[in-house]
């Protein structure tokens, strides 16, 4: 990870996006939630970690939510209220 981190620093010019998609396939024992939280931990200002997942990692996350910015979209931001899943059908309805 630091190798990363210092080729990102010496390397990248402009805002750079990591995404790593299907992260809960990872499974609960693995080095890499380690390996991970050291590249949060020492995040450079131009690289961004999108994680995508249907579980929330095992991350240390504490320290994140309190100095920098992070967001988590869960489930429940994601479900349609009834009165939009109505509106959602009603226009789907019309335009077909």
């Given at each position: 990870?630091?190798?990363?981190?210092?080729?990102?620093?010496?390397?990248?010019?402009?805002?750079?996006?990591?995404?790593?998609?299907d992260?809960h396939?990872?499974?609960?024992?693995?080095?890499?939630?380690?390996v991970?939280?050291?590249l949060?931990?020492y995040?450079?200002?131009v690289?961004?970690?999108?994680?995508?997942?249907?579980?929330?990692p095992p991350?240390?996350?504490?320290?994140?939510?309190?100095?920098a910015?992070?967001?988590?979209i869960?489930?429940?931001?994601?479900?349609?209220?009834?009165?939009?899943?109505?509106?959602?059908?009603?226009?789907?309805?019309?335009?077909?």
């Amino acid at each position: 990870m630091d190798v990363l981190l210092n080729e990102v620093l010496e390397r990248v010019d402009q805002q750079l996006i990591l995404v790593l998609d299907d992260y809960h396939h990872l499974g609960a024992d693995t080095a890499v939630h380690a390996v991970l939280d050291r590249l949060l931990a020492y995040l450079p200002d131009v690289l961004h970690v999108v994680i995508v997942s249907r579980e929330m990692p095992p991350l240390s996350t504490a320290r994140l939510r309190a100095q920098a910015p992070l967001s988590v979209i869960d489930r429940k931001d994601l479900l349609f209220t009834d009165d939009e899943t109505q509106r959602c059908f009603a226009r789907s309805l019309i335009w077909n």
